[in-house]
């Protein structure tokens, strides 16, 4: 079954990304992450994010309100590599945020989480640990055009 991960992985990147309007939206269902956990992933989530598109002070990140520990400890995380945060949806004039939606799912016995923009997709399977949380596979990366 392990085997089938990057299998899974890949196609529910793909099933998130097919929308019949394009939009990005956050899970709405999403799996209660806490503690440690909520705080390994989104730190490796928002690492992985600044890889791909860049990490600058001038870049503004626009994503929905949300209280649950994951969506703090994300916001935390992309403050922490630089980027403005939006989560109230007052965005200036001359802000052109980037959209950023995001989800966690549980699949197999591990977790499954995404970040998704308009420019990239990104999924990675974690496995829960007494410490936490580790990456159960490699990060999954598909660009957008």
Known sequence: MRKLLPFFLGAALLSGCQTADDALTTNSDPVT??????????????????????????????????????????????????????????????????ELAWSIDRFDGQLVARLVTPFVALGRGYALTSAGTEPAGPLSVMQRN
């Open 33 to 98: 992450v806490s503690g440690p956990a909520a705080a390994a992933i989104a730190g490796d989530m928002a690492s992985r994010l600044a890889e791909q598109i860049g990490s600058s002070h001038a870049t503004t990140i626009k994503m929905d309100k949300d209280n649950s520990e994951y969506a703090v400890a994300l916001e935390a995380a992309l403050k922490g590599w630089g980027y403005t945060v939006i989560t109230d949806g007052k965005i200036a004039k001359d802000q052109k945020p980037v």
